[in-house]
């Protein structure tokens, strides 16, 4: 089992375990869970906290990684939480691979950038976008939208068609 050096946390929510671990130790935490038979990450996503004031975050991102045994079909949530501009923390690329493309669409949609990915580029949004969609601190709405000059006047129907 995971060696509590690593746990800052832990309990259970909706019959779901869930550990926290320092963003620090995020690589190795992951090594060893894999390690003990955690061989498959579900998922990872991220969370922006910036307008939560529900309780007291330890930081403004907190990365979820939810990872399978595939023996025992035991889950386990990891949590971790990170700040920064731009936010950094250790790529989990070379544990799991299919974190490639969860740590792109992180990076892509919340600016995460994931240290020692071996190609950290867009994966949802135009290369030349500025900004990440889903922070809270992005500005929703008022996009402009460009016509040709063909379509500056609306067509409709004749009333007689």
């Known amino acids: 089992m995971i060696s509590d050096k690593f746990i800052v946390e832990k309990g259970v ?3 779901d375990a869930w550990i926290t671990v320092e963003s620090t130790g995020i690589h190795e935490a992951l090594a060893a ?5 955690y061989r498959l990450l579900l998922f990872l996503t991220c969370v922006d906290h910036l307008a939560d004031a ?22 386990l ?10 936010p950094r923390i250790d790529s989990v690329f070379d ?6 493309w969860d740590e792109r669409e992180t990076y892509d949609l919340f600016g995460v950038v994931f240290n020692n990915h071996p190609a ?7 290369d030349d976008w500025v900004g990440h969609p889903l922070r ?6 008022g996009e402009v939208v460009e016509f040709s000059e063909e379509h500056q006047i609306w067509q409709t129907a004749p009333e007689k068609a």
Do not use: H, K
Request: charged share 30%; no cysteine; hydrophobic share 30%.
């Open 95 to 100: 544990l799991f691979p299919p974190a490639n």
């Open 33 to 37: 869970l894999r390690d003990d038979g």
């Open 136 to 141: 809270r601190d992005y500005p929703v709405g």
């Open 13 to 15: 929510s909706a019959g």
């Open 120 to 126: 950290l580029t867009r994966i949802l949004m135009p």
């Open 54 to 75: 529900s309780r007291e975050w330890p930081a403004r991102y907190e990365l979820v990684y939810q990872l399978r045994n595939l023996e025992t079909l035991d889950q």
């Open 77 to 86: 949530r990891v949590r971790t939480y990170i700040d920064g501009d731009p």
